[in-house]
Every structure is written in structure tokens, then in C-alpha cells.
């Protein structure tokens, strides 16, 4: 398993950007399932994008698409969060997570699924009104 760490969090105000990165310890690139995942108080875990393999497939969860985007960098193991045009509901401890996966579609599950081997401590974001 690798050790996965994010950082880039912070307090921005609705319409503001930020960009996550979450730093893998090991190689993260072919038959890699890389996600992005967050949780509000009260709320569950839930997805926000996924990568498939150094970006041979993505998704999205409906309510960030058009503003987040999901990218890696193979050569530094390290995963981003691309998100612009936030809002309050966008508040949330961030999470990366990483598995093998022999498909872009089984990394889809796994994400749909939340279940990975791998996860870094979170990042929070604040965005506010």
C-alpha cells in the first residue's frame, strides 16, 4: 500500500479557487484507481472524482462537474484537485484515496463503492458566503 498525504486546503470565499494535491510515497500510475473524496459534519463520505490510471478515464460527481478537475502527475506520484468557482456547499474535509484496479471501469466501482486500500489524513476546505 502506499502513504498518501494532501495539502492545499484552506479558507477561500464562494467563487474563489484551490488546487488539493495529494503526494503518493510509491508509483501510482498503471492499474491505479486515484480518487478524491470529502465529508461535511454530519454527512457521509462522499465522491468527487476519480482517475483512472495516469488519467485514461475520469468521473465526476454531478455537483462539481464543470468546475473541479482531476489530474496527476506520474512523474512527482502526486495527485491534484483542480477546484474553481466554489461555493459554501463545497465545504468539507477532503480525502485521497488510492487502489489497483484492472480497468477504468472497476476503479468507477470502486469509487461508487468507496473502497480503497490506501488513504491520506484529509485537507480542509472552507469556503464561505
Known amino acids: 500500500q502506499v502513504q498518501l498525504v494532501e495539502s492545499g486546503g484552506g479558507s477561500v470565499q464562494a467563487g474563489g479557487s484551490l488546487r488539493l494535491s495529494c503526494a503518493s510515497s510509491?508509483?501510482?500510475?498503471?492499474?491505479?484507481?486515484m480518487a478524491w473524496f470529502r465529508q461535511a459534519p454530519g454527512k457521509e463520505r462522499e465522491g468527487v472524482a476519480t482517475l483512472y490510471s495516469g488519467g485514461e478515464d475520469t468521473y465526476y460527481a454531478e455537483d462539481v462537474k464543470g468546475r473541479f478537475t482531476v489530474s496527476q502527475d506520474n512523474a512527482k506520484n502526486t495527485l491534484y484537485l483542480q477546484m474553481n468557482s466554489l461555493k459554501p456547499e463545497d465545504t468539507a474535509m477532503y480525502y485521497c484515496?488510492?487502489?489497483?484496479?484492472?480497468?477504468?471501469?472497476?476503479?468507477?466501482?470502486?469509487?461508487?463503492?468507496?473502497?480503497?486500500?490506501?488513504w491520506g489524513q484529509g485537507t480542509q476546505v472552507t469556503v464561505s458566503s
Open positions: 484515496a488510492a487502489g489497483r484496479s484492472s480497468s477504468g471501469g472497476a476503479c468507477y466501482r470502486r469509487w461508487v463503492g468507496v473502497y480503497f486500500e490506501s
Open positions: 510509491g508509483y501510482i500510475y498503471s492499474n491505479y484507481c
